[in-house]
Nanobody, 119 residues
Framework: QGQVQESGGGLVRAGGSLRLSCAAS????????MGWYRQVPGNERELVAA???????VYGDSVKGRFTLSRDNAENTLDLQMDSLKPEDTATYYC?????????????WGQGTQVTVSS
């Protein structure tokens, strides 16, 4: 069964940048959608950005123009470049992938990485 692992979170001042990385591994035949989501305690998990295997990207409204998503299909990795960070970007960021294993498609989530933006 496939799994994903995030890395790259941390503490940064407002206006700064961070880069998050996600690597998919395990028994994966193919990956369709990959994306980043974020969640603040007490709130629902929200889409940050996602990309399909054909390269189509969708960004959440609050991050458009500041965040850039990129994917390496050969390496099964997904990067999120976050620029011009704001305190409201503070959240736990989760990587998600819709993967084809040996028998079926399933959605897998990472454990999350914390991003904290100080004012």
């Amino acid at each position: 069964q496939g799994q994903v692992q995030e890395s790259g979170g941390g503490l940064v001042r407002a206006g700064g940048s961070l880069r998050l990385s996600c690597a998919a591994s395990g028994s994966i035949v193919s990956i369709n959608l990959m994306g980043w989501y974020r969640q603040v305690p007490g709130n629902e998990r929200e889409l940050v950005a996602a990309i399909r295997a054909d390269g189509t990207i969708v960004y959440g409204d609050s991050v458009k123009g500041r965040f850039t998503l990129s994917r390496d299909n050969a390496e099964n990795t997904l990067d999120l470049q976050m620029d011009s960070l704001k305190p409201e970007d503070t959240a736990t960021y989760y990587c998600n992938a819709y993967v084809l294993g040996s028998k079926s498609w399933s959605a897998v989530w990472g454990q999350g990485t914390q991003v904290t933006v100080s004012s």
